[in-house]
């Protein structure tokens, strides 16, 4: 037999059922996930030993939050995800104008369906995502969006100003018995952040001179940067005191944590009939020139170097190796070292220099994108076991590279020679990323002075340096 939900509040109270307030119910599904061992923030990577123990502390705790960090930390992806820990549904007063509970609406409106409905008063169900609204703290909000405002049109009906049935409510009165997130706290003006420490904090709030009681029941999650939440000094001090964690979290601190990342979130290219294979130094490639940038010197690091950025160029690199698979009519997309020059759009997207001239940005671009090659290069190759390739270089006019250049051609050349072969990681001639392995293992020599590299038109010539 189907259980039916309770439609009216007699069968409501007839259940059981018993109201809880929003932070103890978070609390309560947060132990049972604990208990059971289940994924806390699905999606969020390397926080685990980190930013996780103390988010789940506070939530133990009852207190509310703030995350505060760079750009590009996942502090959106784990706010959201904390509707995860709300009920499936939450019964409220359905003729109610915000989610009111039927056992104790707080709102006039709410109360006097209560007094003429008494046990035949409509319960509706409230999905947990429905339960979660989120605004980005800008200078022109006020406080008609957060709180709520006089309704001309509820007036010319006939109402009093003073009576507040006359308020049209806005974002956090509408998310009663949820969470509400706030963006980037501190470009939230003073005056609003009043209104909005009155509502949570006092219980009230005035608007245009009406004295309005709204003991709401939300948990209030925020989010900030350190440069803006630490130097400008714009968070009045008693809202700030409302928050009981504080909660600091951080980029990753491995190559190997941000690919995962990167994995995750890169967008599908969607390859129809062909297929992809990205070799591991490359994909690492991309993750480096972003760990890299985030110790440069020449980067803004108030603001930080995000995540997304070795997401874009992750993508952007996979995307020119597409380009060249359609054109040269390949049937598996590879990126090489070639298509790293590329990805300069998506670096200069994303980087904040601090050079004071802007053609010294190129500069610093090809320095980042020459550590990254050279950091990962180490991971897999020895100076000291070139020796022969050296000497076949010598004896040769050298090797041309291309990002237009195909895989028939490189696959040509590496055959001619049982030294190339050997050096490469590629087990077989017909491999794919034999092209990508051949320009891999020239450039890391290029930049330990094993080879020299001249440009060709579009395409770069190794040879030996004598």
């Not at 996942?74 to 915000?98: C, W, Y």
């Not at 028939?408 to 990508?436: F, H, N, P, Q």
Request: aromatic share 6%; glycine share 6%.
């Amino acid at each position: 037999m189907v259980e039916t939900r309770p439609t009216t509040f007699g069968e409501l109270k007839a259940s059981g059922y018993e109201p809880t307030p929003v932070k103890q119910e978070l609390r309560r599904n947060l132990i049972r996930k604990l208990q059971v061992g289940d994924v806390l923030f699905p999606g969020v990577i390397g926080y685990d030993d980190s930013v996780v123990p103390q988010l789940v502390n506070a939530l133990l705790s009852c207190q509310d939050v703030i995350l505060l960090g760079e750009r590009g930390q996942a502090k959106s992806k784990i706010v959201r995800s904390l509707t995860s820990l709300l009920d499936d549904e939450l019964p409220v007063l359905a003729e109610a104008e915000i989610p009111e509970s039927p056992f104790a609406p707080i709102t006039g409106i709410g109360k006097s369906i209560l007094a003429e409905q008494g046990d035949d008063a409509t319960i509706g169900w409230l999905a947990r995502d429905d339960r979660y609204a989120e605004k980005l703290a800008t200078p022109d909000i006020t406080i008609a969006d957060l709180i709520g405002e006089i309704d001309p049109v509820k007036i010319a009906e006939g109402r009093y100003l003073a009576d507040e049935s006359t308020l049209h409510f806005g974002l956090i009165p509408r998310v009663n018995h949820g969470i509400f997130a706030i963006n980037e706290l501190p470009d939230l003006a003073e005056r609003i952040q009043v209104g909005l420490l009155n509502v949570l904090e006092e219980r009230d709030v005035q608007i245009r001179g009406h004295k309005i009681r709204l003991p709401l029941d939300v948990f209030l999650v925020v989010t900030a940067n350190p440069e803006d939440y630490t130097n400008r000094g714009r968070l009045i001090t008693p809202l700030k005191d409302r928050f009981g964690a504080q909660v600091r979290t951080h980029y990753p601190q491995t190559i190997a944590e941000e690919l995962d990342i990167v994995h995750q979130e890169a967008t599908s290219l969607g390859l129809d009939d062909v297929s992809l294979d990205v070799p591991d130094y490359m994909a690492s490639i991309a993750v480096e020139i972003t760990h890299l940038a985030r110790a440069s010197a020449d980067i803004n690091q108030r603001s930080g170097v995000s995540v997304r950025t070795s997401i874009t160029v992750y993508e952007t690199m996979l995307a020119n190796a597409y380009r060249r698979a359609l054109l040269l009519s390949e049937k598996t997309v590879v990126p090489r070292i070639s298509d790293l020059q590329f990805i300069m759009p998506a670096l200069y997207g994303k980087l904040e220099f601090e050079v004071f001239d802007e053609s010294e940005e190129d500069s610093v671009v090809t320095k980042l994108l020459n550590g990254a090659v050279k950091n990962v290069w180490n991971r897999y190759y020895d100076v000291d076991e070139l020796e022969g390739l050296i000497e076949y270089f010598e004896n040769t006019e050298g090797l041309e590279v291309g990002s237009d250049v195909t895989l028939e051609t490189y696959a040509a050349c590496i055959a001619s020679s049982d030294v190339l072969r050997g050096m490469l990681k590629s087990e077989s001639l017909e491999s794919a990323s034999l092209a990508s392995d051949l320009e891999f293992l020239l450039e890391g020599m290029y930049l330990h002075d094993l080879l020299s590299k001249e440009s060709i038109g579009k395409r770069e010539r190794y040879a030996s340096l004598n």
